[in-house]
């Protein structure tokens, strides 16, 4: 799938988001909806810029993820408006003249100064207005109505075949940066320098990415989002947990791999925890309770923790008693498109809650799955020092191999993350067809 193929399936999906919109507003009571795409803000006593993020229900629209003091305007039945924002400005490089696929579709008008969108947006009716509160103008106050923005986010969940297509390039983008990530770490680079070699090859600067990599040597991989990169070489380069994506036109991609370096316990781990990740991903069906299956994911972890004699107990009872949380202490995955964690992963409709199971706080995704969707699969087991203190400290501590943990503790951890689009039949997993695509 190309870029110009995507293009290709821009109209049928901007016409899915007109019908979603309509839909809204015809059932919250409103006439208009207006989406601001954010501002940019300075830092304290500063003139320095924090990195733009678009608002999602902007780029929902039209692929634009660099322009702030933008707006959108539709009422049922127009044209939509876009408010295009292009300042006459010698500091920094303005948006350029509007092109792509969706320009022709949009009445566009273009302004100098962010005040003037107001002479652009409709100033009666009932009025939906998206946005950060930063982004109000005078007369245009983001009021966020709860009940409409709940039907929209929900509805966001189903990706529509222009989404898709630019998913799978945001996949494509992703995987050259593992590989080479891959061979810095073999190589015995730092953590700095796989991160650099992950953007080399993906063509991204930091700015870039949907979400800070997480690039972790050794023990690193124990911290479930390691923030840092470090410059230091380790003496020794036993495991390499990277969990990196990409953006495309505002879509995300989120891959996390794992590498060892032939100790033969740790590579087992690696391989035990992706073979339960590839049954996991064969099991996205539209049908199927996403909390089932995060269950699911515990009862297989907990037997590779048996097989692998780490943990001397039933899965079933390393479930009940949270034992196989100590390992694996967070949800199965989330639902990714616009955002890397998309919204409405535990709501319906409505913006009523679908509960997460007892015990399983970080669960993101408690969704029936249905065609159209995409959820990450991201198993994992970690030996996470301050957990197993607290398991230490429990009677089932007696059923653990604790020399078996000592040996994996400076292994940091494993995870595996892929990208599934749920079908009405077999799932297609967008990161293994990029990496195959590679290879
Ligand atoms: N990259 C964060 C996550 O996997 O959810
Ligand atoms: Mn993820
Ligand atoms: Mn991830």
Redesign the pocket.
């Known amino acids: 799938m190309s870029a110009i193929a995507a293009n290709s399936l821009y109209p049928a999906h901007l016409h899915s988001i007109k019908a979603r919109a309509d839909a809204a507003l015809q059932k919250h009571g409103f006439d208009h909806l207006l989406v601001a795409s954010g501002v940019e803000k300075l830092e304290f006593l500063d003139d320095r810029p924090y990195p733009f993020k678009t608002n999602a229900q902007f780029k929902a629209w039209l692929p634009l993820t660099h322009h702030a003091s933008s707006w959108i305007a539709y009422t049922p039945g127009l044209k939509p408006v876009l408010v295009y924002y292009q300042p006459d400005d010698y500091w920094h490089v303005p948006p350029t003249q509007p092109e792509g696929a969706w320009v022709e579709h949009f009445d566009i008008r273009i302004i100098s100064d962010p005040a003037d969108a107001a002479k652009h947006l409709p100033t009666s009716g009932r009025r939906a207005i998206i946005g950060e509160p930063d982004a109000a103008l005078p007369g245009f106050e983001p009021n966020n109505p709860k009940g409409l923005l709940d039907y929209l986010h929900y509805h966001r969940g189903y990706k529509t075949p222009y989404e898709l297509a630019v998913m799978r390039l945001a996949q494509r983008r992703a995987v050259p940066g593992h590989l080479a990530a891959r061979a810095a770490f073999k190589a015995g680079a730092s953590e700095a320098q796989i991160h650099a070699a992950y953007l080399a090859a993906t063509g991204q600067t930091d700015l870039d990415l949907p979400?800070s990599n997480?690039v972790c040597l050794n023990r690193n991989g124990a911290t479930l989002?390691y923030q840092y990169k470090s410059n230091d070489v380790p003496s020794q380069h036993r495991s390499l947990l990277i969990?990196a994506?990409a953006d495309v036109d505002g879509y995300a991609s989120?891959i996390?791999r794992t590498w060892g370096n032939g100790d033969a316990r740790f590579e087992s781990l690696v391989n035990a925890v992706e073979n339960e990740q590839q049954a996991l991903c064969g099991l996205v069906r539209a049908g199927t309770d996403y909390r089932d299956l995060h269950l699911e994911c515990h009862l297989r972890l907990g037997n590779v923790l048996r097989t692998l004699e780490i943990v001397d107990m039933d899965p079933g009872q390393m479930l009940d008693a949270g034992v196989t949380s100590t390992f694996f202490p967070h949800g199965l995955g989330?639902p990714i498109g616009l955002q890397?964690?998309d919204v409405a992963g535990f709501t319906d409709e409505d913006g009523t809650l679908i509960p997460r199971p007892a015990g399983h706080p970080y669960l993101r995704m408690t969704r029936t799955l249905a065609p159209g969707m995409v959820v990450?699969i991201?198993p994992g087991i970690y030996f996470i020092p301050t957990l197993l203190a607290k398991l230490k400290a429990t009677p089932h501590a007696k059923a653990v191999n604790w020399s078996n943990v000592e040996h994996l503790l400076p292994f940091g951890g494993v995870r595996i993350?892929d990208e599934v689009h749920c079908t009405e039949g077999a799932p297609e997993n967008l990161t293994r067809d990029a990496f195959a695509a590679l290879a």
Do not use: P
């Open positions: 979400y997480i989002h969990d994506g989120d996390t989330h890397v964690h990450t991201e993350e």
